[in-house]
């Protein structure tokens, strides 16, 4: 049986949480419009207006090491800015971030979250053109890769380790169900189609302590890379793609691989 879609995020700022999407364009040599514009940059870590030198993502906030960000329910309104942030269902804050006192007010907010020390706050970063994708510091196309998930990978992994394994821990752009387990592997240096669109594996996608953390409870309860080792002998869960031809793809398309990729 054929691969098919059943997901499809987008995560307008880094870290924080997936805006589902009915459906994506995309284009050739681009991702997922809106995925990763903007981040909340330590102010340590060597991020300044302007720069277009990619950083590590140890320089921003980010579910690695700041897991309370993940009980926040996020969503930016890519049209008019606006962030919006809720609780357990109870709106928290309303910043418009294109106005300087949207920023302040959101940056405020995000120190008092991550309990950071007085007077210290995150730093908005958003540059033109760029994207902050853990992969931006390889190439300005790994910046732009969409990032895919099998979802059957995901459920042979829990079968494994006795546990439910949420896929989103691993924050992906496209989901996708249908394939044997890690078939995607062998997706790298070839072409497959997804709905109207045509992408190339470029990269397997190595986990990091960020798939620690449980995207419902805001916990780190589960050992992923590490599981990931001891079951498969790497830390690798999903793959990054780039766009060779662009399209529309929505939830329930197919994916077709070639034959001699499966």
Known sequence: ????????????????????????????????????????????????????????????????????????????????????VSVRGHEVLAADLGEPEGVADATAFFARVLDLPEGTRPVLAREEGRRFTDVSVSSDAMMNAVSLINLASVRDLGERVGAEVDPRRFRANLYVDGLAPFAERDLVGREFTVGGVRLRGVLRTKRCAATEVDPAHARRDLSVPRLLMAEYGHSEMGVYAEVVA?????????????????
């Open 1 to 84: 049986m054929p691969g098919h879609v059943t997901g499809l995020d987008v995560h307008p700022v880094k870290g924080l949480s997936a805006q589902p999407l009915d459906e994506v364009v995309l284009t050739a040599g681009h991702g997922f419009p809106h995925d990763r514009v903007l981040a909340l940059a330590r102010p340590e870590g060597g991020y300044t207006p302007g720069l277009r030198t990619p950083l590590p993502k140890d320089r921003f906030y980010m579910l690695a090491v700041d897991e309370r960000l993940a009980g926040l329910e996020t969503r930016l309104d890519t049209a008019t800015g606006v962030l919006r």
């Open 246 to 262: 662009g399209g529309t793809i929505r939830p329930g398309d197919t994916v077709t691989i070639p034959e001699e990729s499966r």
